[in-house]
């Protein structure tokens, strides 16, 4: 497929534009395909990856809490939400990472600084204007090409080396990212951050609970993964992706099993499998990083959901990955074990998951990763992660 074509192809169904000059996608060196994606809201990870083998877990979690019937038993005392269970598949083909205990390396409620971070790179909400996934394709330079698969470009492929966007219109995921490009906006003034992230804040706090604008989100998580396989599958096709969903900042009205989160949930495991047969013979190439800003309170609150958090989970998904595990130092749920006797407390680095995923993915060597990561040369990649 030639270039024309696949713009083309880029076209239908969904609005392209180049974030720089377009350049030639023609004899990319390495059939590598790497996808971030971004929950944006701060996922609740003690709700997607459920710890019952710690002995304080149901006390803390309540009526939240899943009894141990409802989850998919992994290891190490760990099980997936019911919504995830689908993803059971992943986790017998030895192509599922769950990261449990993680954070970004700067503490935050804010959603603004703790996105900034985690796309950025950095230790700290300010000092770039690029994010970690340009900057990966500047180091590694030739005709790697990048595209982001959301209603504008994300602050990790922002930067230098030219990317291209592909908004899904057909799926609503403009309308959707609107307040998303309003914190960018936002962001650059620090009074108006605050004001503004406290007013979203109080209309979710104030929602009957029916996580009406999550869910609507969640709608097309399954679609808009099959378009960006669409995209990487082909001989020609971008090596890198970056894709967002929002709708996961549940303050109010949770739920367990089959609840408002569970289902957003599930709608998250369809998508991912959905990506993976789309993707073909281009799957054994494939690695999804998939990570959220902060986790969320350990205990839940007064309207039956929980706050902006501290460490959460990610997932590192594909055939690189060394075997299926859960891979955490597990801080523990007892009161005096909490972060801030909140939160779960985080014992491992974002920045080293994304290395040992990058890793496992193309060859570069760790002065080239702590150029992508400036300022992370004592963060070594996770040890045995990928194969």
Request: aromatic letters at 6%; proline letters at 6%.
């Amino acid at each position: 497929m030639n270039r024309r074509t696949f713009i083309r192809g880029m076209c239908a169904g969904g609005v392209a534009t180049f974030a720089a000059p377009l350049t030639t996608l023609a004899s990319v060196p390495s059939p590598s395909k790497f996808v971030f994606v971004l929950l944006r809201g701060g996922l609740d990870g003690l709700a997607a990856v459920v710890p019952m083998g710690d002995p304080h877990y149901s006390q803390i979690r309540q009526q939240m809490g899943f009894k141990k019937a409802e989850i998919s038993e992994l290891e190490q005392g760990f099980g997936l939400a019911p919504g995830l269970a689908p993803l059971r598949s992943l986790w017998e083909a030895n192509e599922i990472a769950a990261v449990q205990a993680m954070a970004i390396p700067y503490r935050t409620r804010s959603h603004f600084d703790g996105q900034a971070v985690l796309e950025t790179g950095l230790d700290r909400p300010k000092g770039s204007s690029d994010g970690w996934l340009n900057r990966l394709l500047q180091v590694m330079g030739g005709d790697h090409s990048g595209i982001a698969v959301a209603a504008g470009l994300p602050l990790s492929l922002s930067g230098q080396h030219p990317v291209m966007t592909w908004s899904p219109t057909r799926l609503g995921a403009v309308q959707d990212g609107y307040l998303d490009r309003l914190h960018l906006l936002y962001r650059s003034d620090r009074q108006l951050a605050d004001r503004f992230e406290a007013a979203l804040d109080l209309g979710k706090q104030v929602e009957t609970g029916m996580m009406t604008l999550g869910r609507a989100r969640g709608q097309a998580i399954a679609p808009i993964l099959r378009a960006t396989a669409g995209f990487l599958s082909k001989p020609d096709g971008p090596n890198i992706a970056a894709v967002e969903f929002s709708g996961w900042d549940t303050h109010a009205n949770q739920g367990g099993a089959n609840g408002p989160l569970d289902r957003l949930l599930a709608q998250l495991a369809q998508g991912i499998l959905s990506f993976r047969s789309e993707m073909g013979n281009a799957w054994k190439e494939t690695t999804l990083v998939v990570m959220t800003e902060f986790g969320r309170t350990a205990r839940p609150n007064g309207t039956g959901g929980t706050d902006h958090g501290t460490a959460g989970v990610g997932f590192v998904i594909g055939p690189k990955v060394a075997r299926s595990r859960v891979v955490t130092d597990w801080p523990g749920l007892a009161s005096g074990d909490l972060y801030e006797n909140r939160d779960l407390r985080p014992t491992t680095d974002t920045r080293a998951v994304i290395k040992a995923a990058l890793a496992g993915s193309f060859d570069l060597t760790e002065a080239q990763m702590n150029r992508v990561f400036p300022g992370s040369d004592t963060v070594k990649a996770t040890p045995n992660l990928m194969g």
